[in-house]
């Protein structure tokens, strides 16, 4: 995997940043959330792979309320490029996004996604189960990365992605 840099998005990233999103998930809806989480101050930490100097992949995290505490982030959306998926590039950005939160602030990634593919990374329906919110099970999952989380209460999202 030569010429791959992940690094922190920046303002000048943002275009490409909708185009990878728009073009992955086949809508725009996803690159609508991620730009009202930044408008809305509950984008937390974002991370741009970066391919022979073009952009192939984004992933966002954001700020999640647990019982009205911000002690718990939410992972998403991801996205990489269709021409370059099933590479593992989306593993990549995942293991280096999870590396930076801090288990101190953040004591609980949650996400919604596919059952076949996250709980590699250690997510788990078991623990999104655990936690009042708004999504279905199997699809809502949580990695703790902190064992002194709170076991229970109540998950409140940003107005974006409700
Ligand atoms: C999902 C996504 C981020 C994965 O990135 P990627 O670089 O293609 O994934 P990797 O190469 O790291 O891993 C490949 C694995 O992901 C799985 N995968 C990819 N897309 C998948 C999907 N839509 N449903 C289930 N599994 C999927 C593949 O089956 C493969 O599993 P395997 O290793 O057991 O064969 C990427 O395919 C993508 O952008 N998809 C469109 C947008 C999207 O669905 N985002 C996630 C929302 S939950």
Redo the contacts with the bound molecule.
């Keep these: 995997m030569s010429g791959l840099i992940i690094r922190h998005e920046i303002p000048a990233d943002y275009d490409s940043i909708t185009q990878v999103?728009d073009l992955?998930?086949e809508e725009t809806a996803?690159s609508r959330i991620i730009y009202e989480l930044r408008k809305s101050g509950e984008a937390l930490w974002s991370k741009v792979l970066v391919k022979d100097g073009e952009i192939i992949?984004h992933l966002l995290f954001y700020k999640i309320w647990l019982d009205d505490q911000p002690i718990v982030a939410g992972l998403?959306?991801?996205?990489?490029?269709?021409e370059?998926?099933?590479?593992?590039?989306?593993?990549?950005?995942?293991r280096d996004g999870l590396k930076e939160a801090d288990p101190e602030e953040h004591q609980i990634i949650f996400?919604?996604?596919?059952t076949?593919?996250?709980p590699?990374f250690g997510f788990s329906s078991e623990v999104g189960a655990q936690y009042v919110s708004p999504w279905p099970r199997p699809a809502f999952m949580g990695l703790k990365l902190n064992d002194a989380a709170p076991k229970g209460g109540t998950l409140t999202f940003p107005k974006a992605y409700l």
Excluded at 111 to 114: A, D, E, F, I, P
């Design positions: 999103n992955a998930f996803q992949g998403g959306p991801i996205a990489i490029h269709p370059h998926q099933h590479q593992g590039y989306g593993g990549q950005l995942i996400l919604l996604g596919h076949s593919y996250y590699r």
